[in-house]
């Protein structure tokens, strides 16, 4: 079962910042919090990762809150081409295997 | 690096059959993992592979089976096709158990 919880669609005007929550209130201490997006018809793409500290890469930031049971992927200045779904997930990084448990994930349309 | 690769992109099949699905993995990636999209159940996991054998296996009939080759390509079979197999099959390959999951473009099979 996914561990996580998001808003159901968003939207953002293109050029301004997305900020895309999630909750994962039930998060243990070893557990890694991924990003990935889906654009229709095509398989997720990996964003970033955190444990929990702040993450940056070229693509998006990940603030993640000091209790560790909420995070916001942050998309810096939005295009029409980063419209998709956007998934949060919550990864145990001490079992054997590389399962991941995706929600229903966030439907974000930037707007022109 | 080639990313995560897929055959054959669409395939359409009868109820009752059989099909097959290929994934070759990223160079040097050992683990290979298999997920089913439909828009009524999302992404699900399917199965595992790491090192030619089965690390984890999710809560799919014994009709879908999989398997890993020496050289960490992967093949998923489902047998007796039925309709509600209808969906995008999605291919994922990883370096390790932190490091994040990398798609391939699916396979999207029809079942009439």
């Known amino acids: 079962d996914a561990k996580t919880t998001q808003p159901p669609s968003m939207d953002c005007a293109e050029g301004r910042a997305a900020n895309l929550p999630c909750n994962h209130s039930?998060?243990?201490?070893?557990?890694?919090v991924y990003w990935y997006r889906q654009i229709h018809s095509q398989g997720p793409q990996y964003i970033i990762h955190?444990?929990?500290n702040n993450e940056t890469n070229e693509m998006a930031s990940l603030i993640i809150t000091e209790d560790r049971k909420s995070s916001t992927l942050i998309l810096p200045h939005a295009t029409l081409r980063d419209t998709a779904v956007y998934y949060c997930?919550?990864?145990?990084?001490?079992?054997?295997?590389?399962?991941?448990?995706f929600g229903t994930g966030t439907s974000l349309t930037v707007i022109p | 690096k080639a990313g995560v690769t897929q055959t054959p992109r669409y395939l359409i099949k009868t109820r009752g059959q059989q099909v097959t699905l290929s994934c070759s993995p990223i160079?040097?990636?050992?683990?290979v993992s298999w997920y089913q999209q439909t828009p009524g159940q999302g992404l699900q996991f399917l199965f595992e592979?790491?090192?030619?054998?089965?690390?984890n296996k999710g809560n799919f009939p014994g009709r879908f089976s999989g398997r890993q080759f020496s050289n960490s390509r992967s093949e998923m079979n489902v047998s007796t096709l039925e309709l509600g197999d209808s969906a995008l099959y999605l291919c994922?390959?990883?370096?390790?158990?932190?490091?994040?999951?990398?798609f391939g473009n699916g396979t999207r099979l029809t079942v009439t």
């Open positions: 160079s040097g990636h050992r683990s």
């Open positions: 592979y790491f090192s030619e054998t089965q690390r």
């Open positions: 955190g444990l929990k």
């Open positions: 994922a390959s990883t370096e390790g158990p932190t490091s994040p999951l990398h």
């Open positions: 039930t998060i243990s201490g070893n557990e890694y």
């Open positions: 997930i919550v990864r145990d990084q001490s079992n054997t295997g590389n399962q991941f448990y």
